[in-house]
């Protein structure tokens, strides 16, 4: 395909639907039949290597373009970077681990690269500004393990000089902010962010009208199941709810699930919003306590024993209803809750791989667990057989030495990243 030449005049580059190509060269940059209408832009500031003759390589940082007309442009090259790689030959380029584009001789009148455009519709789809989601990450107690969950999904957060503004180097994600969890349905809700991680309890708290798009069973210490429980002191004659005297002051961090529940006893309290060290109140100030819950140890450490539990939570993804029902937006939505619950669902599980006899084999088959079944592959002009599967990390020190006894050989143990449902 014969391209149309963009013209080098104040180094600007001409944007065109004729073709389905993206030709560089030192002074211009010119790019067909990406986004169905012309549209030129100033390169103010480029970087353009080349390497010997027959092997070249290209990276084009375009970090600052004239991104008034046409920001998806900006964005999205700012993202791929555009490392390009050639030879003789034609080898294909990278960008965000997914191969978009293919390289091959420059024609006549170019001295540098023809770049063709491997996947139109995946580059198409990074781009789409109405697929940038923005996501609220929470302050505090989950923000650690939240953070580690990113990372470990390939969607690293990284903060910024402006703390709470941190980058998600993800073309579906175009803002990030990090908020308090007891905040972040709310804002959902109300079309400030596409999506956010918060607890199941703040949702009820906050009467947020979102939706709970995914279980995140995570937490500062465990498995992310927490309690709000209502508790009382140890020499208090009450074993549960029911036995709380009439208009006891109650300390919570949660009026609105405390006032609910107490009115559904029939029991009139006195309900006092507490700012944190809810505990430390009672007895002196309050009479109860309602506090949220992983190990209990807290309250018993202040003499105070657990009476009811008003509600279970864990960790929610939740999505604003209008962008969970933008067809393009769920989409990206639904393609990050992906790559989170692998991580989630690869954690405390590892792969084990071994030899086994094919004498062996069946004995062997009938005693190891799998997550549905094992993956048995004969070797190459052997009598053995290649025996994999996945179990949880907490039964392998019972297992290795059991399938050791039943034949196993050359067992490797090797840790899992992701497992996609």
């Not at 789809?125 to 953070?147: D, N």
């Not at 018993?300 to 960790?315: A, G, P, Q």
């Not at 809750?337 to 692998?342: D, E, G, I, S, V």
Request: hydrophobic content about 40%.
């Amino acid at each position: 395909m014969t391209p149309v030449r963009g013209y080098p005049l104040d180094n600007r580059c001409l944007i065109s639907s004729a073709a389905r190509i993206i030709a560089v060269s030192r002074s211009v940059m010119v790019i067909y039949d990406l986004w169905l209408l012309p549209i030129s832009y100033s390169i103010l500031d480029a970087d353009f290597i080349t390497n010997g003759t027959n092997k070249r390589m290209a990276r084009i940082c375009l970090r600052s373009l004239s991104i008034n007309l046409y920001p998806d442009l900006f964005r999205l090259l700012n993202f791929f970077g555009w490392i390009v790689t050639s030879t003789t030959d034609g080898v294909e380029g990278v960008g965000c681990g997914v191969s978009l584009f293919s390289v091959h001789s420059a024609p006549a009148g170019f001295s540098e690269l023809i770049i063709h455009v491997a996947d139109r519709k995946l580059l198409m789809r990074h781009h789409r500004v109405t697929s940038m989601l923005s996501i609220a990450i929470p302050k505090g107690s989950l923000e650690e393990q939240t953070f580690l969950l990113f990372k470990q999904a390939d969607l690293e957060i990284k903060r910024t000089e402006r703390e709470y503004n941190p980058k998600i180097n993800d073309p579906r994600i175009g803002k990030v902010k990090i908020l308090r969890p007891q905040e972040i349905a709310g804002y959902v809700a109300e079309g400030y962010f596409d999506v956010g991680i918060t607890g199941h309890d703040w949702v009820i708290e906050s009467g947020a009208d979102v939706i709970e798009i995914a279980d995140m069973p995570y937490s500062k210490q465990g498995s992310g199941i927490v309690k709000i429980v209502i508790a009382v002191p140890d020499d208090r004659e009450i074993e549960n709810a029911s036995d709380i005297k009439p208009h006891s002051r109650v300390t919570t961090e949660y009026p609105n699930i405390t006032r609910s529940y107490f009115e559904r006893l029939g029991i009139p309290t006195t309900i006092h919003f507490s700012y944190g060290a809810t505990e430390a109140k009672v007895p002196d100030l309050m009479d109860v306590v309602v506090d949220v819950t992983e190990t209990g140890s807290t309250l018993r450490k202040n003499n105070l024993k657990i009476i009811d539990v008003m509600l279970e939570s864990t960790t929610k993804l939740v999505a604003n209803k209008d962008s969970w029902n933008d067809p393009a937006k769920r989409r990206a939505i639904e393609e990050i809750r992906t790559l989170l619950l692998a991580v989630i669902e690869a954690r405390g599980k590892v792969l084990l791989d071994m030899n086994v006899p094919a004498g062996k084999l069946d004995e062997l088959i009938a005693f190891l667990p799998a997550m549905k079944l094992p993956t048995v592959t004969k070797l190459y002009n052997s009598e053995y057989y290649a025996v994999e599967t996945v179990v949880a990390k907490e039964t392998v020190n019972i297992l290795i030495p059991e399938l050791k006894r039943l034949g196993a050989e050359d067992i490797l143990e090797l840790d899992i990243l992701k497992i996609v449902r």
